[in-house]
């Protein structure tokens, strides 16, 4: 059974890490049932285990939050949900390759159930969007943006941290890092390419296509 548990309002970064770690180790102890823990957090960036420090270009502009987690530099803020993932990765294949492939599928299909066609691309990571509605780039192709972030970390085969979804943040706010150290695409939001969806829409949507890509464990 997986619990799903939604915060209002605005979660402190620091606070939900230490909930993340302590969950996580009450999952591997057969303590506690896996969840899906859905928050929004206030303005602030996150390094990841492979940032660097030149992708950090306004490091005054909000906190800033080293952390353990795969990836670069992220941004987090209001109107950007934050699914962080707490799943027995070793009951579930124990092959965290195909775990990180399974989260891309679900933001994908997740996406499509507002006719959004989200897209992985050979090392980027992420799940990006074509723009059919901007100019070409320079070199002839279809600009492409990111909508969605993912970034995990494992302990005793137990994921923490997870995946976020741009519903209607600021996306000026992205212009104090390089997004995950990709400096030739943009980001975008479900608002941004003209969909009223609310962040309860989108929270219906996750919950809808989760065991798609993640089945009930088997009880023991």
């Not at 949900?81 to 679900?106: C, I, P, Q, S, T």
């Amino acid at each position: 059974m997986v619990e799903w548990i939604i915060s209002e309002g605005l979660t402190d970064y620091r606070e939900a890490e230490a909930y993340m770690e302590s969950r996580a180790a009450q999952i591997a102890a057969g303590e506690a049932d896996e969840a899906i823990w859905l928050v929004e957090h206030p303005p602030l960036y996150t390094a990841g285990t492979s940032a660097k420090t030149e992708d950090l270009t306004d490091p005054d502009r909000f906190p800033v939050y080293p952390t353990k987690r795969g990836g670069q530099y992220t941004y987090h803020g209001p109107g950007q949900r934050v699914a962080y993932v707490m799943l027995n990765v070793g009951k579930r294949g124990h092959d965290v390759r195909a775990f990180v492939k399974d989260l891309e599928e679900w933001v994908i299909t997740t996406l499509d159930q507002f006719n959004v066609k989200g897209e992985i691309r050979e090392g980027r990571v992420g799940v990006w969007v074509t723009r059919d509605d901007k100019p070409l780039t320079a070199t002839g192709a279809k600009p492409e943006d990111k909508i969605a972030a993912i970034g995990i970390r494992l302990r005793k085969w137990v994921s923490f941290h997870g995946i976020s979804i741009n519903v209607e943040p600021d996306l000026s706010h992205f212009g104090g890092i390089v997004p995950c150290g990709i400096r030739e695409h943009g980001v975008t939001s479900l608002v941004d390419l003209g969909l009223p969806v609310t962040m309860d829409d989108l929270d219906v949507a996750l919950q809808r296509t989760f065991e798609d890509r993640f089945p009930p464990l088997e009880s023991n």
